[in-house]
């Protein structure tokens, strides 16, 4: 079956900490990934996405995410949180082609401490 | 990127009432979805607005209780019908043009009491 797992419901950090959300996911196809952030009362933002090529890939607002084929993966880091950074962060799969049925994992709540 | 304007923002609603929210694009766009997000859940695809034809709905929401238009390339509809507090939740309209990523409006968030 297709999904996608965010393990850490929550996380906490410091700011300036640095920071790694992790992202696993089952599909059959090779998959198309992404990572949303939904700041309160908010849509949801696109913060980097992976098509193909490069595995590690540069998004907005200094993230980065890693796409690890052998293990399913693709982890969002960032290396040194600001306060600003504080939201939900949902990972997501899609397939190639561009069906645009998304599977979303349940979520990464992440709180900074100032 | 496309910008995606949601109508309302948030809403309270009496059960058994309906309500309809509007999702507007300021670009023609194919490919228009709708996505509901339960209360500390995550997001998840209710149905794909077909411009000039019915909705095609995921599995397990049907069209009675989650009506869709879509009229043109810029613009839909999703109707919450006979609504119960379970259906308080956070719904999100979608866009997407060729083979890159979706953009989602900014959600409309309905209580149901």
């Known amino acids: 079956a297709q999904s996608v797992t965010q393990p850490d419901i929550h996380i906490t950090v410091s700011e300036g900490a640095s920071l790694e959300l992790r992202c696993n996911y089952s599909?059959?196809?090779?998959?198309?990934l992404f990572w949303y952030v939904q700041s309160p009362g908010q849509g949801l933002q696109l913060l980097l996405k992976?098509?193909?090529?490069?595995?590690l890939v540069q998004g907005i607002k200094g993230f980065e995410a890693e796409f690890k084929r052998s293990q399913s993966s693709f982890n969002l880091r960032k290396p040194s949180v600001h306060w600003s950074d504080a939201a939900e962060y949902f990972c997501a799969v899609g397939a190639k082609g561009g069906t645009y049925k998304y599977i979303f994992g349940t979520g990464t709540r992440l709180k900074v401490l100032a | 990127s496309a910008v995606i304007s949601q109508k309302p923002s948030r809403d309270i609603c009496q059960r058994g009432t309906s309500l309809t929210i509007q999702c507007q694009v300021d670009s023609q766009v194919t490919m228009m979805f709708w996505y509901r997000q339960q209360p500390g859940q995550s997001l998840t695809l209710i149905a794909t607005?077909?411009?000039?034809?019915?909705?095609?709905?995921e599995s397990g929401f049907v069209i009675d209780k989650f009506p869709i238009s879509r009229p043109n390339l810029t613009f839909s509809t999703l109707t919450v019908s006979n609504m119960s507090p379970e259906d308080s939740s956070i719904y999100l309209c979608?866009?997407?043009?060729?083979?890159?990523?979706?953009?989602f409006g900014q959600g409309t968030r309905l209580t149901v009491v």
């Open positions: 607005a077909n411009q000039g034809s019915e909705a095609t709905y």
């Open positions: 992976y098509f193909s090529g490069d595995t």
């Open positions: 599909y059959g196809a090779t998959p198309y």
């Open positions: 979608s866009v997407a043009e060729g083979d890159t990523e979706a953009f």
